[in-house]
């Protein structure tokens, strides 16, 4: 027995200046209930993505889904945290509660409100994520940023290719109406520091660094002996998670073995090659991390990545299109939000209902949502499933 995905629920994601944690939970879990066609009596459980690590005085949310109906009154509700996978996190949980047959129809949400704090506020609950011992004080933008002076030390200066990275999800969250920021940026303007495009940690400017956002996603999943009973189903052709030492010391940065390593089991289970991919949502928390997924996931050789990008390979039309929907980078990253995102942004894709950023006749699609730097890893190959 395993699990379809059968319903999904998506807010814009963005400054939403009069929307609480909880109200953002409660219009993306309406939006998937609606989508599958079922009721919240229906459900029999109830996992929920959230990092907040202080972004919010909501430190136990688990169960404010419940004020959305009365049907969901005594369900059992899990809250999931796994820094910037907290989404994926919950995805996986309710697979697995299906699995085991715990439970037939789950709802899965991931939510975060990053606003209600100033960017210092931020940077300080997002460093939460590193390990404390050795790297407390140290903000995630300077995490990356030496990943991207260790890659420009071995491989040369790549501020052009992730400038590149940078323009090209600005232009795809273009076709995505519910991405934080629809405003074409242009390798130029990514590539030049400026007022308008700071730096941020050296080599990373301004245009390298994910989006501050608030939003929630929130899927429907239930058991595949139940799907014919509904109008779309998308299946899990193999799921992995792969966790990596906390401690950035104790890792090769040019490698991205825990990403490299969540990949290669995600493909093996699947009996595939990135090559049977069409389409795939990565985590591009900062452009240097999209770099390195190009190399981890296969599509180059190490200290090649720049080739997916200048052969056209990720672009929308290229082989294998990467973050359609803008990515982290432009469509935002609420960060308890992201994984659950992925897969409806996937599940979407693979059932022809992903409007202007549609890969046409996809048909086999990945997700990779990663928490902390490259740390807790997750890789989805989703495919759709006929139904009657």
């Known amino acids: 027995m395993d699990a379809y995905i059968v319903g999904w629920g998506h807010t814009k994601f963005g400054r939403l200046d009069g929307k609480t944690l909880e109200d953002l939970i409660i219009e993306a879990a309406a939006e998937a209930i609606e989508s599958a066609g079922i009721t ?46 907290s989404g994926s996190a919950a995805v996986y949980a309710a697979r697995n509660a299906i699995r085991t047959g715990d439970a037939k129809t789950v ?19 997002l460093s939460g994520a590193s390990y404390q011992k050795e790297e407390k004080g140290v903000s995630f933008p300077q995490v990356f940023a030496r990943f991207a002076s260790t890659y420009f030390q071995s491989y040369g200066d790549h501020s052009r290719t992730l400038a590149q990275i940078a323009a090209k999800n600005h232009a795809n969250a273009m076709n995505n109406p519910l991405a934080h920021l629809q405003k074409p940026l242009d390798v130029e303007f990514c590539n030049t520091v400026s007022d308008k495009n700071p730096m941020i940690a050296a080599p990373l400017r301004m245009s390298d660094c994910s989006l501050i956002s608030d939003g929630a996603a929130a899927l429907i999943m239930v058991s595949d002996e139940t799907s014919g009973d509904f109008a779309n189903a998308v299946a899990f ?21 825990g990403p490299a390593e969540a990949f290669r089991r995600a493909y093996e289970t699947a009996g595939i090659t990135v090559s049977d991919l069409d389409f795939a949502e990565v985590h591009d928390c900062f452009t240097i991390a999209e770099l ?29 299109p990467i973050n359609l929907s803008g990515g982290l980078k432009a469509k935002g990253h609420p960060v308890g939000a992201t994984g659950v995102s ?6 979407r894709q693979l059932t022809g209902q992903a409007g202007a950023m549609q890969k046409q006749n ?19 190959i989703l495919e759709p499933v006929k139904v009657a």
Do not use: W
């Open 40 to 85: 919240a009596a229906d459900i029999d459980a109830i996992y929920v993505g959230h990092f907040n690590s202080g972004l919010v005085s909501d430190g136990f949310p688990s169960s404010l889904v419940l004020g959305l109906d009365d049907g969901l009154r005594f369900k059992p509700a899990t809250r999931l945290e796994n820094a910037c996978a």
């Open 107 to 125: 709802l899965v949400i991931g939510a975060e409100k990053m606003t209600s704090k100033d960017t210092a506020g931020v940077t300080e609950a």
């Open 237 to 257: 052709r193999s799921a992995v998670q792969v966790n990596d030492f906390l401690p950035m010391s104790r890792r090769d940065l040019l490698a991205f073995e």
């Open 292 to 320: 390195l997924v190009y190399e981890a996931m296969g599509l180059t050789l190490r200290g090649q990545g720049r080739r997916a990008i200048d052969e056209g390979l990720i672009l929308p039309g290229g082989a294998l």
């Open 342 to 347: 992925m897969h409806v942004i996937a599940a």
């Open 362 to 380: 996809a048909v086999l699609g990945c997700v990779f949502n990663m928490g902390g730097s490259g740390v807790a890893n997750y890789c989805s």
